[in-house]
């Protein structure tokens, strides 16, 4: 990932560990169905034909499930089956998101995981051509999707057919980190394994004899005739050429290194799900990892996806297998018959664990075929119509161990259909506390890895583009709003206090560069200041300077006094600086009060949210940038105007365009008073017009809002209305 700029404010250090590494881990975390003892075990079942496909129409009575070969009551059943729906126009951004709409969850989740670090420029091809099949047909309207790359160049949700473009746009630009070793002394990661976990002599000697074979320079040949020798007489136990071993240890470290990325930022995914409901599946598009039992990564990726109840299936993008190159004619030597066989069974082992992740949490794998996209629509197609099966373990025990789940079609239905069902899950342990405190907060990490906001502290987040920084970038302004309504105050001195952690990360469409802010805020009010918030929220806003193109900022606010948390997730656009645009307009209910000899004109009150009242005055303001100069004077001709718009496209009233005077240094910036009177409520539409009058362009631009009649009149100085 590209270097995380860091911004102006006292940071919270250890809030969250960067995007690049592994977050840290507290604890795996258990979902909603027995968050801290075992009382309801749901497990997702999928009845499939032998085509793959989803077989909807059984009961609870069809069923029967085992844990630990022992037979458990079913005490709660859902047969969940997707209508044929036909995909809704997608809607336009918002102008902010809130935490406070109600989300729909009756789509599916999928976290597409996208392996970069594991596909070769080749693979990534055909890796992104099944995920972009899988977008266009297999993910349904409602859907919600996750695209994750494990080199930390994206991490991007959306919800379907809104976000299909945008995913598009991201999966676009990603590529294949993995350069595979092209010398004749190169070895894989599973001989490498072999040598250096299990110091296999076998193994050892078969690479030497390739080696041997094909010449391989810059080694010392001291030590081959012993080596053959002791092979013979059996006691070659420990005894490898040093040269094969150092080899093997550089190439051991190297795909250990790899899959540990892979497996924490799979891990990290998983666990971000755990409160997310309905059917959640992970898609690893990879040309796969091999297996080591007692890697500890490995054990911590399968606990979570037990846990959370969500199955991994593998996409193994080496497609079709052939010979490797070292077997072609390209290479000079013969390759020595003997090792035929285990080369040809090494080719299977490359992706063992891959395979191995898929089988133990209900997945399954596609491997050793061209056509990738009909197996990763598998994927969709099984989860048309599934089964939620729950039940209360008749085991107890807070032991901690695994138990082993096994879902079976009663007898006579079974024939030529297969159940897919996680394999068991881990019991609580007695005695386990919660979650205990870290330098990165587990419950702040996984909120701004979900795809899925947090409604605890009720938030509004909206992303203002202003002026041009330095370096062709622009000022953007993210504006939260939180209602103070919900958070835990405590009342001191006749004051009300309380401290909110606030992080937010915004990541560049485009780059996949991750700006990041954090702070802490104190809170000290008085009781007519809280008072006032209550009707209004407390706005907090962070500065960022962004370049151009399409942003997904996530925003986290947890309150200190009571650990709720709120999130919010929202997409923006920023300008091209060099263009000709208008920055963000300000829609606010009120002016700034000027203090003192204050000489600067009235500017609007920020705000989030987009509701005024039937008799109050809209104040609007915006500046034009990118606007030509005439040669003469030096300065630019533009002029404005708008029109407010009801729901069905009807105008209610606007002005005719007119010359924005520029500023002693050229600025164009317009504000403006109109009035609401006698609008009723309802949904409108601010419509924005400005020309260059002498490059003879015209930009437009809308923006919602609301006619609440239930919003009492702000009472500011401002301007007449117009």
């Given at each position: 990932m590209k270097a995380v700029v860091r911004l102006r404010g006292v940071l919270l250090l250890g809030l969250l560990a960067s995007r690049s590494a592994p977050a840290q881990q507290g604890g795996p975390t258990p979902p909603p169905a027995f968050p801290s003892q075992v009382?309801?075990?749901?497990?997702?079942?999928?009845?499939?034909?032998?085509?793959?496909?989803?077989?909807?129409?059984?009961?609870?009575?069809?069923?029967?499930?085992l844990e630990n070969g022992v037979p458990q009551a079913v005490t709660r059943f859902e047969a969940v089956q997707l209508p044929a729906a036909a995909a809704p126009a997608p809607s336009r951004r918002p102008p902010f998101s809130t935490n406070q709409t109600p989300e729909a969850r009756q789509g599916r989740t999928f976290v597409l995981v996208f392996d970069d670090i594991h596909l070769s420029v080749a693979q990534a091809q055909r890796a992104k051509a099944a995920i972009g099949e899988f977008l266009r047909s297999g993910a349904r309207p409602g859907d919600r999707v996750a695209l994750v790359a494990t080199g930390g160049t994206a991490w991007w949700s959306a919800r379907l057919p809104e976000g299909r473009d945008t995913?598009?746009?991201?999966?676009?630009?990603?590529?294949?980190?993995?350069?595979?070793?092209?010398?004749?002394?190169?070895i894989t990661d599973w001989e490498a394994l072999r040598i250096m976990a299990y110091d296999d002599p076998d193994v050892g000697y078969s690479?030497?004899?390739?080696?041997d074979a094909y010449g391989s320079m810059g080694r010392e040949r001291t030590g081959d005739r012993r080596y053959a020798d002791a092979t013979r007489t059996g006691s070659s136990v420990g005894i490898i050429d040093p040269y094969v071993r150092s080899r093997a240890q550089d190439a051991y470290l190297k795909a250990v290194s790899r899959r540990r990325i892979t497996m924490s930022v799979m891990t990290r995914a998983l666990r971000s799900l755990a409160e997310t409901r309905g059917r959640k599946a992970m898609v690893l598009v990879s040309q796969g990892f091999v297996y080591e039992p007692d890697f500890t990564e490995m054990k911590e990726l399968v606990e979570a996806s037990l846990r959370v109840n969500v199955p991994i299936y593998f996409i193994d993008t080496r497609g079709l297998q052939g010979l490797p190159d070292f077997m072609t004619a390209e290479f000079k030597a013969t390759f020595d018959v003997q090792d035929t066989v285990a080369v040809l069974a090494d080719m299977t082992r490359a992706g063992e664990g891959s395979?191995?992740?898929?089988?133990?949490?209900?997945?399954?794998?596609?491997?050793?075929?061209?056509?990738l996209e009909s197996g990763i629509l598998r994927v969709s197609s099984e989860s048309q119509a599934y089964y939620l099966l729950g039940y209360a373990p008749t085991d107890a025990s807070r032991d901690g161990k695994y138990r082993r789940i096994e879902v079976r079609l009663a007898a006579g239905k079974a024939r030529g259909l297969k159940v897919r069902a996680r394999r068991g899950y881990y019991a609580p342990r007695q005695g386990a506390g919660p979650t205990p405190k870290t330098a990165a907060d587990p419950e702040i990490a996984r909120a701004l890895d979900s795809p899925f906001q947090r409604r605890e502290v009720p938030l509004?987040?909206?992303?203002?583009?202003?002026?041009?920084?330095?370096?062709?970038?622009?000022?953007?302004?993210?504006?939260?709003?939180?209602?103070?309504?919900?958070?835990a105050f405590r009342s001191e001195d006749g004051r009300f206090k309380d401290e909110l952690a606030f992080l937010l990360e915004a990541q560049h469409r485009e780059?996949?560069?991750?700006?990041?802010?954090?702070q802490r805020i104190e809170m000290d009010l008085k009781p007519e200041t809280r008072e006032s918030l209550a009707r209004t929220g407390y706005l907090f806003s962070r500065e960022l300077a962004l370049p151009g193109g399409g942003y997904q900022v996530k925003v986290v606010v947890r309150d200190l006094g009571s650990g709720r948390l709120?999130?919010?997730?929202?997409?923006?656009?920023?300008?091209?600086p060099a263009s000709f645009h208008l920055t963000s307009p300000i829609l606010a209910e009120t002016l700034e009060e000027k203090r003192g000899d204050d000489s600067r004109p009235p500017r609007p009150v920020l705000q989030v949210r987009r509701s005024f009242a039937p008799a109050s005055r809209l104040y609007v303001q915006y500046s034009v940038l990118g606007a030509a100069k005439d040669e003469a004077t030096r300065m630019p001709k533009v002029s404005g105007g708008y029109e407010i718009r009801r729901a069905d496209g009807s105008v209610v009233k606007g002005a005719a365009p007119t010359l924005i005077r520029p500023t002693s240094l050229g600025a164009l910036i317009r504000l403006q008073g109109i009035a609401l009177d006698g609008a009723p409520a309802g949904d409108y539409e601010l419509v924005l017009r400005?020309?260059?009058?002498?490059?003879?362009?015209t930009v437009e631009v809308r923006e919602p809002f609301q006619v609440d009649a239930a919003r009492p009149v702000a009472h500011a100085p401002g301007l007449p209305p117009s």
């Open positions: 009382e309801l075990v749901t497990v997702d079942a999928v009845v499939v034909d032998a085509r793959g496909r989803a077989v909807p129409g059984f009961t609870a009575a069809d069923f029967t499930v995913l598009m746009a991201i999966l676009k630009r990603l590529d294949g980190r993995y350069v595979p070793d092209p010398s004749p002394d190169r690479v030497q004899r390739r080696f395979e191995a992740l898929a089988l133990d949490t209900g997945g399954f794998v596609v491997k050793n075929t061209n056509d509004r987040v909206a992303a203002y583009a202003f002026d041009e920084a330095l370096s062709q970038r622009s000022i953007v302004m993210v504006a939260a709003e939180i209602d103070v309504r919900e958070l780059s996949g560069e991750v700006y990041r802010d954090s709120g999130s919010v997730i929202h997409d923006f656009e920023v300008p091209d400005v020309r260059d009058e002498i490059a003879r362009r």
